[in-house]
């Protein structure tokens, strides 16, 4: 085939296709991916349930007590009795309100054990000596002629057997031992005549408690018993020409030297000197725990209370009365010498007819003022 119709052939096939391909349908256009369809909003979260108001805290309940002394206004020894009280008060947060009250306002003076015993009052600052009506013992834990001077009876309390015969003691009238309270050591006597010779005892006409007043019954004393708030009048009127009530501080305050001539000082009679606190049992053992610790913990910051700034107030109270005109002299060695042998055969007398707690008291007492003399502790 020539050159030219070899060309020819070439171009008449492509003339062909082009139109073959201008005549085909034209590819459709690819359709288009169809749009997510969009995500449902989410739904809104409930709104939270408010939770209740919490009710109003009910108001905690508040426990009244009552308190007696044994001790008039007036008297220094009240002190420790308002001391104990406000102390109370303060420390419980106004959950415990103890009342105050003097000797005789609720209950007879002295006759505070008593009213723990009926439910009269709750809390007792007293005398051991007040309850030997009710346990023959009861003197020793505020003094025993002969026996233990203040820093000994402290610790024969602590270190002895003393809270624990304490509590022994007032149990069985309902009570709850707490504490002891120190007054300084006594004055042997206030009287209007003089104390020279053995024979003179047996002129008093005197007012006194414990087992010291039975020891002066049997040296042949005529001896009656007066709450302090009498002292004065009765000495006045000639009821009695004797008494003895606390030490020098308290006798002054008290004016007891308008009615005195002579201040005998001796450390036999009462060579330590204080009181008692205890609490009705049921009025105790209902507070809560807390309450109850407060109380007895209060009740042992007062043991010093009045002894502690005493020491020096007797100082000073004994140079006043001496300046007042009182003659102050120690008791002659002769009625001093009488006396301890005196107290000494009458507490074993006692001891054989008494209870068994009496024997036992006298016993523990007599053991550790042993146990400290032989340390050199008086």
Known sequence: MSKRRIVALVMVVALVSGLMAACAAPAPAPAPAPAPAPAPAPAPAPAPVPAPAPAPAEPEKVINWKCQSAFVTGDPWIDVGLALVDRINEASGGRLVVDHFAAGAVVPATEEIDGIRTGAIDLAHTCGGYMMHLNTAGAFFDQMPGGLTNVQLTYWYT????????????????????????????????????????????????????????????????????????????????????????????????????????????????????????????????????????????????????????????????????????????????????????????????????????????????????????????
């Open 159 to 378: 270190a002895g057997e003393g809270d624990e015969l304490g509590r022994e003691m007032v149990e069985p009238f309902g009570a709850t031992w707490l504490n002891n309270w120190l007054a300084a050591p006594e004055d042997f006597a206030y009287t209007n005549f003089p104390l020279e010779t053995l024979a003179d005892i047996k002129k008093l006409k005197m007012r006194s408690a414990g087992l010291g007043a039975e020891v002066l019954t049997e040296m042949g004393a005529s001896i009656i018993f007066l709450p302090g708030g009498e002292l004065y009048e009765s000495m006045q009127r000639g009821v009695i020409n004797a008494f003895e009530y606390g030490s020098a501080d308290n006798a002054w305050d008290m004016g007891f030297q308008e009615v005195m001539d002579y201040c005998y000082i001796s450390l036999t009679r009462a060579p330590s000197d204080g009181g008692i606190i205890v609490a009705r049992t049921e009025a105790f053992e209902a507070l809560p725990d807390d309450l109850k610790a407060i109380v007895r913990y209060v009740s042992e910051t007062v043991r010093g209370v009045y002894y502690e700034s005493s020491i020096v107030k007797v100082a000073e109270a004994l140079q006043k009365i001496k300046d007042y005109g009182v003659q102050v002299q120690p008791l002659p060695k002769e009625i001093e010498d009488a006396f301890l042998a005196e107290a000494e055969a009458y507490m074993d007398k006692k001891m054989a007819t008494e209870p068994a707690f009496f024997k036992r008291v006298v016993e523990s007492q007599r053991a550790f003022k042993k146990l400290c003399e032989a340390q050199g502790i008086y």
